[in-house]
């Protein structure tokens, strides 16, 4: 059913679960309030960390959303345009930038057609391990292995044009702190809910990575190709004409973009929009379906711009920040159980925190890691997406274990869970059929993406360190015999 995969398909609208930030700081508290909570403010933060544990759970969507994070929103305005400047700026230019600030690349920038850049930082903890207090002390760059950009630059970051630049290395940091005691904090929730200090000592030994990420739009890439033209003496221009006309060309963005639909505030759950669909493909994607390997990834709300076909389209500031033109952050999620596409809705200044696949495993099952994608929106060939995300993972040297899983599971908690490690192809082909409940055509869906997903049988096996576990896993994706490889 190749022609499913190009088609639109239709996919639900999921406003996830909304947790405060002031609510999330009550509930990760270590030391007991001083005077105890009235009866009924108990019962509401028992209600909310049950709500917490359904959404990051096997009868959720495995991710929810932290609002009102003090200064936050700050941080976010500041660093998400600079994504599109470095991935635009030339390689000398850009090279100087992340340089100065201590930045690297986890993809290869030399590539022109390329549908992403993004420039990462390694973090980890640096805290006192006599202090009881669950706040971070302090943050420690590691050393960053990243595809190199060629020879280093000898020109003085002093002398570059751009001085907004200055402040990209410390807002890089900064974010990435708060992030990261995000992440820490649901953890500390989670242990508490399970009765156990997994997720919080794996991540405060472990590690973190920041990314800032910026998707491209089609006139993007006409523009990297363009800027390094120039650089190499062309005077060529590349002529924007042949892309499709665009409503939105003129650098004017329709009323209609700005017309939100309301947000609904849930404490009881992640819930779908009733008779709110969209349209999506499942091949046209700025980032293809997968499964983080980590604990927890930590996601802004996404930024949009709308680029201009200018004359001269070497003019990379001719654009502007709009709204999402679906009303959603084009993070997409395919529940398994029910065969249905999601696409996430979130309040524009909050934080999408997302359960990996080590969490998965350190929790025996009951957080449940999440099959999600980033689908480029239909005909919108000049909007291009910035956010930024830090990854928290345990230690390298970490034990995973499966030990302790129940031993019966349904069909479909295998299917998800992935915890069978004996499953053969023919018996999860079976258990697929089983889930969507003998139709053909869903079944064809599943198998359209679910055979770009190494399946976790293949990639782990019981007592790997984290190490093992996160190489074989990027070996079976992205490898030359991986399922997604590039070659």
Same mark, same amino acid.
């Given at each position: 059913? @190749?022609? *499913?995969?190009?088609?639109?398909?239709?996919?639900?609208?999921?406003?996830?679960? %909304?947790?405060?930030?002031?609510?999330?700081?009550?509930?990760?508290?270590?030391?007991?309030?001083?005077?105890?909570?009235?009866?009924?403010?108990?019962?509401?933060? %028992?209600? =909310?960390?049950?709500?917490?544990?359904?959404?990051?759970?096997?009868?959720?969507?495995?991710?929810?959303?932290?609002?009102?994070?003090?200064?936050?929103?700050?941080?976010? /305005?500041?660093?998400?345009?600079?994504?599109?400047?470095?991935?635009?700026? &030339?390689?000398?230019? /850009?090279?100087?930038?992340?340089?100065?600030?201590?930045?690297?690349?986890?993809?290869?920038?030399?590539?022109?057609?390329?549908?992403?850049?993004?420039?990462?930082?390694?973090?980890?903890?640096?805290?006192?391990?006599?202090?009881?207090?669950?706040? =971070?002390?302090?943050?420690?760059?590691?050393?960053?292995? #990243?595809?190199?950009?060629?020879?280093?630059?000898?020109?003085?970051?002093?002398?570059?044009?751009?001085?907004?630049?200055?402040?990209?290395?410390?807002?890089?940091? @900064?974010?990435?702190?708060?992030?990261?005691?995000?992440?820490?904090?649901?953890?500390?929730?989670?242990?508490?809910?399970?009765?156990?200090?997994?997720?919080?000592?794996?991540?405060?030994?472990?590690?973190?990575?920041? /990314?800032? !990420?910026? #998707?491209?739009?089609?006139?993007?890439?006409?523009?990297?190709?363009?800027?390094?033209?120039?650089?190499?003496?062309?005077?060529?221009?590349?002529?924007?004409?042949?892309?499709?006309?665009?409503?939105?060309?003129?650098? *004017?963005?329709? +009323?209609?973009?700005?017309?939100?639909?309301?947000?609904?505030?849930? #404490?009881?759950?992640?819930?779908?929009?009733?008779? +709110?669909?969209?349209?999506?493909?499942?091949?046209?994607?700025?980032?293809?379906?997968?499964?983080?390997?980590?604990?927890? *990834?930590?996601?802004?709300?996404?930024?949009?711009?709308?680029?201009?076909?200018?004359?001269?389209?070497?003019? !990379?500031?001719?654009?502007?920040?709009?709204?999402?033109?679906?009303?959603?952050? #084009?993070?997409?999620?395919?529940?398994?159980?029910?065969?249905?596409?999601?696409?996430?809705?979130?309040?524009?200044?909050?934080?999408? !925190?997302?359960?990996?696949?080590?969490?998965?495993?350190?929790?025996? &099952?009951?957080?449940?890691?999440? $099959?999600?994608?980033?689908? /480029?929106?239909?005909?919108?060939?000049? $909007?291009?997406?910035?956010?930024?995300?830090?990854?928290?993972?345990?230690?390298?040297?970490?034990?995973?274990?499966?030990?302790?899983?129940?031993?019966?599971?349904?069909?479909?908690?295998?299917?998800?869970?992935?915890?069978?490690?004996?499953?053969?192809?023919?018996?999860?082909?079976?258990?697929?059929?089983?889930?969507?409940?003998?139709?053909?055509?869903?079944?064809?869906?599943?198998?359209?993406?679910?055979?770009? !997903?190494?399946?976790?049988?293949?990639?782990?096996?019981?007592?790997?360190?984290?190490?093992?576990?996160?190489?074989?896993?990027?070996?079976?994706?992205?490898?030359?015999?991986?399922?997604?490889?590039? +070659?």
């Amino acid at each position: 059913m @190749e022609a *499913t995969a190009a088609a639109e398909v239709a996919a639900e609208i999921l406003e996830p679960l %909304e947790l405060r930030f002031s609510d999330l700081l009550l509930l990760s508290s270590a030391a007991p309030s001083h005077p105890p909570p009235y009866p009924a403010e108990l019962a509401r933060l %028992e209600s =909310i960390s049950a709500a917490v544990m359904q959404a990051l759970g096997s009868s959720g969507p495995g991710l929810l959303a932290i609002t009102e994070v003090p200064e936050a929103p700050d941080l976010r /305005r500041l660093i998400l345009p600079f994504s599109r400047k470095l991935a635009l700026l &030339g390689r000398k230019d /850009r090279a100087r930038v992340l340089k100065e600030h201590g930045l690297g690349s986890d993809v290869p920038l030399k590539n022109l057609e390329r549908n992403v850049s993004s420039f990462a930082l390694q973090l980890k903890y640096a805290h006192n391990l006599k202090s009881e207090s669950s706040s =971070i002390r302090s943050l420690c760059t590691e050393e960053n292995h #990243y595809y190199a950009e060629g020879d280093p630059v000898a020109d003085s970051f002093e002398k570059f044009a751009d001085k907004e630049f200055r402040i990209l290395g410390s807002t890089f940091k @900064e974010l990435s702190l708060c992030m990261m005691e995000l992440g820490l904090r649901l953890a500390q929730i989670c242990d508490k809910a399970i009765d156990c200090r997994e997720l919080k000592q794996s991540i405060m030994d472990g590690s973190a990575k920041g /990314r800032l !990420i910026h #998707y491209h739009s089609t006139i993007d890439n006409i523009i990297l190709k363009e800027t390094n033209r120039t650089k190499k003496g062309s005077k060529k221009k590349v002529e924007p004409a042949t892309l499709d006309p665009s409503p939105f060309d003129e650098c *004017t963005i329709s +009323r209609d973009f700005h017309e939100k639909a309301s947000v609904t505030h849930w #404490y009881s759950g992640s819930r779908p929009v009733k008779d +709110r669909t969209n349209r999506t493909t499942l091949s046209n994607l700025w980032q293809q379906w997968h499964y983080d390997y980590g604990i927890f *990834t930590v996601l802004t709300s996404p930024s949009f711009r709308f680029s201009c076909l200018a004359e001269d389209c070497s003019h !990379i500031s001719c654009c502007r920040e709009c709204s999402s033109p679906d009303e959603h952050t #084009y993070l997409q999620l395919f529940d398994i159980k029910k065969n249905k596409i999601f696409v996430v809705r979130s309040p524009a200044d909050s934080f999408i !925190i997302q359960v990996g696949e080590a969490a998965n495993i350190l929790t025996r &099952g009951k957080l449940q890691s999440t $099959l999600h994608s980033v689908g /480029r929106p239909v005909d919108r060939e000049n $909007l291009s997406r910035q956010t930024f995300v830090v990854f928290l993972q345990p230690a390298w040297s970490k034990i995973l274990s499966y030990s302790g899983y129940p031993e019966e599971t349904s069909n479909q908690d295998k299917l998800v869970l992935r915890t069978d490690m004996t499953t053969s192809a023919k018996q999860e082909d079976a258990l697929l059929r089983d889930s969507t409940s003998g139709s053909e055509d869903s079944h064809q869906l599943m198998q359209e993406i679910l055979r770009k !997903i190494p399946p976790l049988s293949i990639r782990f096996r019981d007592g790997m360190t984290f190490a093992e576990f996160s190489h074989e896993t990027t070996k079976q994706y992205y490898s030359s015999s991986g399922t997604q490889s590039m +070659r």
